[in-house]
C-alpha cells in the first residue's frame, strides 16, 4: 500500500536557524510530490512540486527551496528562518494520475520564534 | 478574485443536523472537484471527488457540483461529533494542479 511520511512533525526554531523537513512516499514510484504550507486562515499554498527527480518547480518566491535527491524523497529548506515562516508543512503526492488526486503526509508544525 | 472562495466558519451545529458546505469559483475550465476533510493537526485527507457537475453520494456524505453557477457543496446528513473538522473544497482542470479553498472549520455539538 502507498504510504507518505513526514518528519518531524513537531519543531521549535530560532529566526535566522536552518531547516531541513523530509518526506518520502513508499509504495509508489515516480510520483509527483507536493510541498504546502497551511498557515491559520489561509488555507493551502502551494511551495513547491516535483514531477521527477532533480526537477523542482516554485509556486511562491520566498526563502525557502525543495530538493528531489530519490524517486520517493522531498526535502524543504531554508537557510535562514523567517518569523513568517511559522506554518503547518504538508508534503503531498499525487494518487490520482487523471484527477489530481492528492494524498497527503501528517505534517510537520512549524513555529519560528 | 481568489480562484476558489469557501467562507472559513466557524460552523457549530447539533448533533444530527444536516450541514451544508458551499464553495464558489471562477475559473469555468475546472473539471475535477474534491473535498479533504482535515481533523486538528492532521493532514487532509480525501471525503469525495466528482468529475464535471452532479451529485455523489457516499453513505451521510452528497457532494453537488453546478457548473452553470461555479458553485460546488457538501452536504452532511446526521451529522456526528466525530464530524468536527475542517473541510476544505478543492478542484482542478485536466492540466494544472490543485487550487484549494481556504476550509471550513465545523463543529458538530453533542
Known amino acids: 500500500s502507498q504510504t507518505i511520511h513526514q518528519w518531524p512533525a513537531t519543531l521549535v526554531q530560532p529566526v535566522g536557524s536552518p531547516l531541513s523537513l523530509e518526506c518520502t512516499v513508499e509504495?509508489?514510484?515516480?510520483?509527483?510530490l507536493y510541498w504546502y504550507r497551511q498557515a491559520a486562515g489561509r488555507g493551502l499554498q502551494l511551495l513547491f512540486y516535483?514531477?521527477?527527480?532533480?526537477?523542482i518547480s516554485s509556486e511562491v518566491p520566498q526563502n525557502l527551496s525543495a530538493s528531489r535527491p530519490q524517486d520517493r524523497q522531498f526535502i524543504l529548506s531554508s537557510k535562514k528562518l523567517l518569523l513568517s515562516d511559522s506554518g503547518f508543512y504538508l508534503c503531498?503526492?499525487?494518487?490520482?494520475?487523471?484527477?489530481?488526486?492528492?494524498?497527503f503526509g501528517e505534517g510537520s508544525r512549524l513555529t519560528v520564534l | 478574485q481568489k480562484e476558489v472562495e469557501q467562507d472559513p466558519g466557524p460552523l457549530s451545529v447539533p448533533e444530527g443536523a444536516i450541514v451544508s458546505l458551499n464553495c464558489t469559483y471562477s475559473?469555468?475550465?475546472?473539471?475535477?472537484f474534491m473535498w479533504y476533510r482535515q481533523y486538528s493537526r492532521k493532514g487532509p485527507e480525501l471525503l469525495m471527488y466528482?468529475?464535471?457537475?452532479g451529485n455523489k453520494e457516499d453513505g451521510r456524505f452528497t457532494a453537488q457540483v453546478d457548473k452553470s453557477s461555479k458553485y460546488i457543496s457538501l452536504f452532511i446528513r446526521d451529522s456526528q461529533p466525530s464530524d468536527s473538522a475542517t473541510y476544505l473544497c478543492?478542484?482542478?482542470?485536466?492540466?494544472?494542479?490543485?487550487?484549494f479553498g481556504t476550509g471550513t472549520r465545523l463543529t458538530v455539538i453533542p
Open positions: 503531498a503526492y499525487v494518487r490520482g494520475k487523471n484527477t489530481g488526486e492528492l494524498f
Open positions: 509504495g509508489t514510484s515516480n510520483p509527483n
Open positions: 516535483s514531477v521527477g527527480i532533480g526537477q
Open positions: 475559473n469555468s475550465a475546472f473539471q475535477y
Open positions: 466528482t468529475y464535471s457537475s
Open positions: 478543492a478542484m482542478k482542470t485536466g492540466a494544472n494542479n490543485l487550487f
